[in-house]
């Protein structure tokens, strides 16, 4: 049975998606998955043993020129149609997910219009299947699969499929991953920061994060500072400046940063795709969150814990940018969300969540 699964973006919504695809190569015999993703993001699937083919889409680059790019678009599409599916499975529920689906070749599943963030897509649909909105994503996806291919939604602990990170796939060695990411061994004792995001408002300041590079050094443990672009490297650079015992990696690949992740005692992150990607590995993680709702987007899985808070009237606010200026509430932390999530909380959660004494 060959299935396309289209789930293009997010970083995490397309990380969520892999025990999806874990399920369904367990529990359909025979079946050879596709996926049609992002092409920022293809790494992800790649990772996963049981995807055949990732077939890379441009649509952010597009937009910026779409008649520049036709021969761009032209040959992904032709590598879309080049096979025929006996389900195209679109997994996202967007408009654009669903014209993409209804462009390759075989009927499509998708949610109902119950169960989409847009309603309209599941016009394009052949079967369209209700899952619950008031879920985990992950657990939405899971059960999307199993609707979509008519096999008993699982009551199994999500795999992800990243156990060796695809190492089993050919070609791919862990000393290239070395090389390519140019990064020397992790020691035992590394606690990895992921301090970048999209919105403004779901920043943690930096005086918290170098507060918390003085527990983490403190505490005997190296601090890592990845980034991913000239923003984020300043702020790296910044809180190393306070930490003798931190380092700014280098620019990684994903697939780099998730070799690096599996040796890694533990990560405090804020709401990012990448804490998406930690959580997959099952690394022992602290998620902090400010304007975001954590229910249903949350990092999924063992040895994870998200602080969220409540003292303010307008958490979950999901703005990009506080609607307060700085100094209004009087307190010392802005944005004023994150005011309760403090340092030696923070410290102590993750330390709990390293030594397994939470779930």
């Given at each position: 049975?060959?299935?396309?699964?289209?789930?293009?973006?997010?970083?995490?919504?397309?990380?969520?998606?892999?025990?999806?695809?874990?399920?369904?190569?367990?529990?359909?015999?025979?079946?050879?998955?596709?996926?049609?993703?992002?092409?920022?993001?293809?790494?992800?699937p790649a990772m996963h043993p049981a995807v055949r083919q990732?077939?890379?889409?441009?649509?952010?680059?597009?937009?910026?020129?779409?008649?520049?790019?036709?021969?761009?678009?032209?040959?992904?599409?032709?590598?879309?149609?080049?096979?025929?599916?006996?389900?195209?499975?679109?997994?996202?529920?967007?408009?654009?997910?669903?014209?993409?689906?209804?462009?390759?070749?075989?009927?499509?599943?998708?949610?109902?219009?119950?169960?989409?963030?847009?309603?309209?897509?599941?016009?394009?649909?052949?079967?369209?299947?209700?899952?619950?909105?008031?879920?985990?994503?992950?657990?939405?996806?899971?059960?999307?699969?199993?609707?979509?291919?008519?096999?008993?939604?699982?009551?199994?602990?999500?795999?992800?499929?990243?156990?060796?990170?695809?190492?089993?796939?050919?070609?791919?060695?862990?000393?290239?991953?070395?090389?390519?990411?140019?990064?020397?061994?992790?020691?035992?004792?590394?606690?990895?920061?992921?301090?970048?995001?999209?919105?403004?408002?779901?920043?943690?300041?930096?005086?918290?994060?170098?507060a918390l590079a003085q527990l983490v050094a403190a505490a005997?443990?190296?601090?890592?500072?990845?980034?991913?672009?000239?923003?984020?490297?300043?702020?790296?650079?910044?809180?190393?400046?306070?930490?003798?015992?931190?380092?700014?990696?280098?620019?990684?690949?994903?697939?780099?940063?998730?070799?690096?992740?599996?040796?890694?005692?533990?990560?405090?992150?804020?709401?990012?795709?990448?804490?998406?990607?930690?959580?997959?590995?099952?690394?022992?993680?602290?998620?902090?969150?400010?304007?975001?709702?954590?229910?249903?987007?949350?990092?999924?899985?063992?040895?994870?814990?998200?602080?969220?808070?409540?003292?303010?009237?307008?958490?979950?606010?999901?703005?990009?940018?506080?609607?307060?200026?700085?100094?209004?509430?009087?307190?010392?932390?802005?944005?004023?969300?994150?005011?309760?999530?403090?340092?030696?909380?923070?410290?102590?959660?993750?330390?709990?969540?390293?030594?397994?004494?939470?779930?």
């Amino acid at each position: 049975m060959r299935i396309l699964l289209v789930k293009m973006s997010s970083l995490g919504d397309v990380i969520h998606a892999l025990a999806a695809v874990s399920d369904a190569a367990a529990l359909v015999p025979g079946i050879e998955i596709d996926w049609v993703v992002e092409e920022a993001f293809q790494e992800i699937p790649a990772m996963h043993p049981a995807v055949r083919q990732v077939l890379p889409i441009a649509i952010r680059r597009w937009r910026e020129g779409w008649w520049r790019q036709r021969k761009d678009i032209q040959q992904t599409l032709g590598k879309m149609r080049a096979t025929d599916y006996d389900l195209v499975i679109d997994a996202q529920g967007l408009i654009k997910s669903a014209i993409v689906s209804g462009l390759a070749r075989g009927p499509v599943a998708g949610l109902d219009t119950a169960s989409s963030r847009e309603p309209l897509a599941s016009r394009f649909y052949t079967k369209a299947v209700n899952v619950p909105r008031d879920q985990h994503a992950v657990v939405r996806l899971r059960q999307l699969l199993a609707l979509a291919l008519d096999y008993a939604v699982p009551t199994t602990e999500a795999d992800f499929g990243l156990g060796s990170i695809g190492l089993e796939k050919p070609g791919l060695e862990k000393s290239d991953i070395r090389k390519k990411s140019n990064q020397p061994g992790i020691p035992a004792r590394t606690i990895l920061f992921f301090h970048g995001t999209t919105w403004a408002s779901k920043h943690w300041p930096v005086s918290q994060w170098q507060a918390l590079a003085q527990l983490v050094a403190a505490a005997g443990y190296e601090v890592l500072l990845p980034h991913g672009n000239a923003v984020e490297l300043a702020r790296a650079e910044a809180i190393a400046a306070t930490c003798a015992s931190a380092r700014v990696l280098p620019k990684l690949s994903l697939t780099a940063l998730a070799e690096c992740l599996r040796e890694v005692a533990g990560v405090v992150s804020v709401d990012t795709g990448l804490g998406h990607l930690a959580a997959a590995l099952a690394v022992p993680m602290v998620s902090l969150y400010g304007p975001t709702n954590p229910l249903l987007t949350a990092p999924y899985g063992r040895q994870q814990s998200a602080l969220a808070s409540t003292h303010l009237p307008c958490i979950p606010c999901m703005r990009k940018t506080c609607k307060f200026a700085e100094g209004d509430t009087g307190g010392e932390v802005y944005p004023p969300c994150f005011a309760p999530a403090t340092t030696l909380k923070v410290w102590q959660t993750l330390l709990a969540q390293m030594d397994g004494s939470v779930s």
